[in-house]
């Protein structure tokens, strides 16, 4: 069996920043001391006029990237998902939010996959936090070849948008010719008529992985790549939970508040069927490797298998 291409999702969006910088000559980057791990750097060595360190002090950084984007700029304010979303949750609110400036966000070391950083480092609550933003537009790929076109489309669009990247490397899933990413489209990656099981980021792929072993019992599992969180595809969603009558959702983050309410609040109105939410469940993360914790806290395909087959039953 021929070994799966793994890349990290904020490799691919350091890569891309660096790519897209030519096309978008008003594109600035800003960095809050952490070039090197968010990997602005890759476009700091290309356009170094461009890019501007913060340092620690990433409230001032929104800021300032507001303050850009008045000028007719497009700024990308890069850090870590825990100081992104958590400790300039205010600024992005205020300052980008409000105002509707289009700002764009890339917070990468997203999710628990951050790993031996441990628990404060492990940002589970990004989603539901920047969710709650009147606006805000929230893109969280599942692979490299998703957080590319995730990339290029905020850069498109008008307005502020959080992109979600990881730490961790990760299986290559949509490098195919026929994928084709849009805000606000869902794409249906396997046919099913049993359960649906809709996945965003990194889930995706165990979501596919536990598809398969449902298969093999004779249970056929439709599974859905969710990768604008919001504006949701609420159209997809309750297309298939009506074809299905039961939904599963997936993600590499608290089930309060991010895909797994956000699905729910969207099948309670439309089409109320049961649903199971698959995530980290109101805890705290561990310091440990990815892949552990990941196995630990059931996200990877068996734990994703396990819990659909224990949710049919």
């Given at each position: 069996?021929?070994?799966?291409?793994?890349?990290a999702?904020?490799?691919?969006?350091?890569?891309?920043?660096?790519?897209?910088?030519?096309d978008?000559p008003?594109?600035?980057?800003?960095?809050?001391?952490?070039a090197?791990?968010?990997?602005?750097?890759?476009?700091?060595?290309?356009?170094?006029?461009?890019?501007?360190?913060?340092?620690i002090?990433?409230?001032?950084?929104m800021?300032?990237?507001?303050?850009?984007?008045?000028?007719g700029?497009?700024p990308?304010?890069?850090?870590?998902?825990m100081?992104?979303?958590?400790?300039?949750?205010?600024?992005?609110?205020?300052?980008?939010?409000?105002?509707?400036?289009n700002?764009?966000?890339?917070?990468t070391?997203?999710?628990?996959t951050?790993g031996?950083?441990?628990?404060?480092?492990?940002?589970?609550?990004?989603i539901?936090?920047?969710?709650?933003?009147?606006g805000?537009?929230?893109?969280?790929?599942?692979?490299?070849?998703?957080?590319?076109?995730?990339?290029?489309?905020?850069?498109?669009?008008?307005g502020?948008?959080?992109?979600?990247?990881?730490?961790?490397?990760?299986?290559?899933?949509?490098?195919?010719?026929?994928?084709?990413?849009?805000i606000?489209?869902?794409?249906?990656?396997r046919?099913?008529?049993?359960?649906t099981?809709?996945?965003?980021?990194?889930l995706?792929?165990?979501?596919?992985?536990a598809a398969?072993r449902?298969a093999?019992?004779?249970?056929?599992?439709?599974v859905?790549?969710?990768?604008?969180?919001?504006?949701?595809d609420?159209?997809?969603?309750?297309?298939?939970?009506k074809?299905?009558?039961k939904?599963?959702?997936?993600?590499?983050h608290t089930?309060?508040?991010g895909?797994?309410?956000?699905?729910?609040?969207?099948l309670?109105?439309?089409?109320?069927?049961?649903?199971c939410?698959?995530?980290i469940?109101?805890?705290?993360?561990?310091?440990?490797?990815a892949?552990a914790?990941i196995?630990?806290?059931?996200?990877?395909g068996?734990?994703?298998?396990?819990?659909?087959?224990?949710?049919?039953?």
């Amino acid at each position: 069996m021929a070994e799966v291409k793994k890349i990290a999702t904020r490799e691919a969006y350091g890569n891309a920043l660096a790519e897209f910088g030519e096309d978008y000559p008003n594109m600035v980057v800003l960095d809050a001391d952490l070039a090197t791990a968010t990997k602005t750097g890759v476009f700091k060595k290309k356009y170094p006029e461009r890019h501007i360190d913060c340092g620690i002090a990433e409230a001032n950084m929104m800021g300032i990237a507001a303050g850009l984007s008045l000028t007719g700029k497009i700024p990308v304010a890069s850090t870590f998902a825990m100081f992104a979303a958590g400790r300039a949750f205010e600024q992005v609110r205020n300052s980008i939010g409000y105002p509707h400036l289009n700002v764009k966000i890339g917070a990468t070391h997203a999710g628990i996959t951050v790993g031996e950083d441990g628990a404060s480092h492990q940002c589970n609550e990004d989603i539901a936090l920047m969710r709650t933003i009147p606006g805000m537009t929230i893109l969280n790929p599942a692979d490299a070849v998703e957080a590319r076109a995730c990339v290029k489309a905020a850069l498109d669009y008008e307005g502020p948008v959080y992109m979600r990247f990881g730490r961790a490397a990760v299986p290559v899933i949509n490098d195919r010719e026929d994928y084709k990413f849009e805000i606000g489209k869902g794409q249906v990656l396997r046919e099913g008529k049993d359960v649906t099981i809709v996945a965003t980021g990194i889930l995706v792929n165990s979501a596919l992985e536990a598809a398969e072993r449902l298969a093999g019992e004779g249970v056929e599992a439709e599974v859905i790549n969710i990768c604008t969180i919001k504006p949701l595809d609420k159209e997809l969603i309750i297309s298939s939970a009506k074809k299905t009558g039961k939904v599963v959702t997936a993600e590499e983050h608290t089930i309060i508040g991010g895909l797994g309410g956000a699905v729910c609040e969207t099948l309670s109105e439309g089409c109320p069927v049961p649903v199971c939410r698959i995530g980290i469940e109101d805890v705290f993360g561990e310091s440990g490797s990815a892949g552990a914790l990941i196995a630990k806290y059931g996200l990877d395909g068996e734990g994703v298998y396990r819990k659909v087959k224990a949710f049919l039953a």
